[in-house]
């Protein structure tokens, strides 16, 4: 009999909308989390400890951990502080770092993970990747998709609003990784998913085009439903070429290359797709993307993050060899270190007057 359908691995509840977190118990509650109420909850020492104080009267069976950071030695650390408890799930309340770590500790042990966000810095909230540093650097960890997914509205406005910048240079980001996965197609045969192509794709053209600003609540909202379909992207394809590609590279050459002084993921990702659009010959997109990240509050050229023009020049230089056998268009041209210093000062004068 043929297949005429596939089933899509995702969360079993998704709650976007301000006073979710009221409903996190009843969320729990559900039989296909926890039946006993036995919990393991991950937190921060900053704002997942303040909301400590809120949830546990309504969490009597849950036991707290605090998590130090958002290393692999924090993870595994956080997983054999937990195995022994015979818990019922895991549940990350937090930033990006506790949500890795929690994610990566749950699939260590075998349980489901819930995730409940308190900021919208990445598309890791619904990803099944956990990012955590290594000794190396900092390495990508395969994990099942979180089962259940809270994104308080009010929560996120409490919150940094430099986070939910963040989140929008990663969304946006979707549009040059899925032209970078279409390219490797037309060039190695690389097969390309039109599901989680077109999942990633509309998810970054949603947070491109929405005329609201970071504070709004329907722009907060179409941004977290981009960064969830982003990760159900993800897990429809089996790996991170949704939303990953040169501008990924490019963030990631900066973080290993000046590890003290990087920026935030999503404003290097943002800025990084503004460029490699513009080595692909888009340049509206380009500009269209430059225009969107200046509007709010990221940058458009290195020097807004601390990177001289050379700094930036050897970034996307040595960007390739941070995924090795990834093909994007910073493979594709294959450019010297003058070819990248002449396009980045093209790019530059281009989007010169976004930033004027």
């Not at 963040?166 to 279409?182: F, H, K, L, P």
């Not at 990953?244 to 990631?252: D, F, K, L, V, Y």
């Not at 450019?335 to 930033?355: C, F, M, N, R």
Request: proline letters at 5%.
């Amino acid at each position: 009999m043929p297949v005429l359908t596939r089933l899509i691995p995702s969360p079993v509840v998704v709650d976007i909308r301000p006073g979710a977190l009221e409903d996190l118990a009843s969320v729990l509650a559900d039989q296909r989390i926890s039946h006993s109420g036995r919990l393991a909850v991950a937190v921060s020492g900053g704002s997942g400890a303040r909301l400590r104080e809120r949830l546990a009267p309504s969490l009597p069976g849950a036991t707290w951990y605090e998590v130090g950071g958002g290393t692999l030695d924090d993870a595994v650390r956080l997983a054999d502080e937990m195995k022994s408890g015979r818990y019922d799930a895991v549940v990350g309340l937090g930033g990006g770092k506790v949500i890795d770590c929690a994610k990566y500790s749950a699939a260590r042990i075998g349980l489901p993970m819930v995730a409940v966000a308190t900021n919208l810095s990445h598309d890791g909230i619904c990803s099944p990747v956990s990012i955590l540093d290594n000794d190396a650097g900092r390495g990508s960890y395969g994990v099942p998709t979180p089962i259940a997914l809270l994104v308080d509205l009010a929560v996120i406005r409490e919150a940094p609003i430099r986070f939910v910048r963040s989140g929008v240079g990663d969304a946006v980001s979707n549009i040059s990784a899925v032209a970078d996965w279409e390219l490797s197609h037309r060039v190695n045969g690389e097969k390309v998913d039109g599901l989680a192509a077109a999942m990633a794709r509309q998810a970054g053209e949603a947070v491109l085009r929405h005329p609201g600003g970071c504070g709004d609540d329907g722009f907060l909202t179409v941004l977290s439903e981009g960064l969830v379909l982003s990760g159900i992207a993800m897990s429809i394809a089996g790996h991170t070429r949704p939303s990953s590609g040169a501008c990924h590279e490019i963030s990631h050459a900066l973080d290993l290359l000046y590890p003290k002084r990087a920026a935030s993921h999503g404003e290097q990702v943002g800025l990084g797709a503004a460029f490699a659009m513009h080595l692909r010959g888009d340049h509206d997109g380009s500009r269209l993307t430059a225009e969107t990240l200046h509007r709010h509050g990221l940058p458009v050229v290195a020097q807004e993050i601390g990177f001289t023009d050379d700094e930036f020049v050897r970034a996307v230089e040595f960007a390739p060899e941070t995924r090795p056998g990834r093909y994007t268009i910073l493979e594709h041209l294959a450019l010297s270190p003058t070819g990248i210093k002449e396009a980045y000062t093209d790019y530059v004068a281009a989007v010169a007057p976004v930033t004027g």
